[in-house]
């Protein structure tokens, strides 16, 4: 079986400051086979946002994962991060499963 090493892409502003990242996994899907990418993590600094950064972490992210042959690329985004939902929208992200939580005491 093929492994693949997880990659970390960090975005800089104009005067080399590291205003944001990306953290990809590929791994092959557990019925298909198929290879996937997966963003396990972006960040963009709060002082970066509004700036593109994050739509251009979210291009290297494909590009990547495009290289590497996936299939398709996924993400997990908390119901209520209205702003980071509308940003994945908008760059072709479309919602494939909901995952319910239960606190236990």
């Known amino acids: 079986m093929l492994r693949y090493e997880a990659r970390l892409f960090i975005a800089l502003d104009s005067s080399g400051q590291r205003c944001g990242f990306v953290h990809l996994d590929m791994q092959r899907d557990y ?56 940003i994945y929208v908008k760059a072709g992200y479309q919602v494939e499963w909901v995952r319910y939580l239960k606190v236990l005491s």
């Open 31 to 86: 019925y298909t086979e198929e290879l996937s990418a997966h963003i396990t993590d972006i960040v963009v600094v709060a002082e970066a946002e509004g700036k593109g950064i994050g739509k251009a972490l979210l291009q290297k992210a494909d590009e990547w994962a495009k290289q590497n042959k996936a299939r398709w690329i996924t993400l997990n985004v908390f119901e209520g991060n209205i702003h980071a939902r509308e």
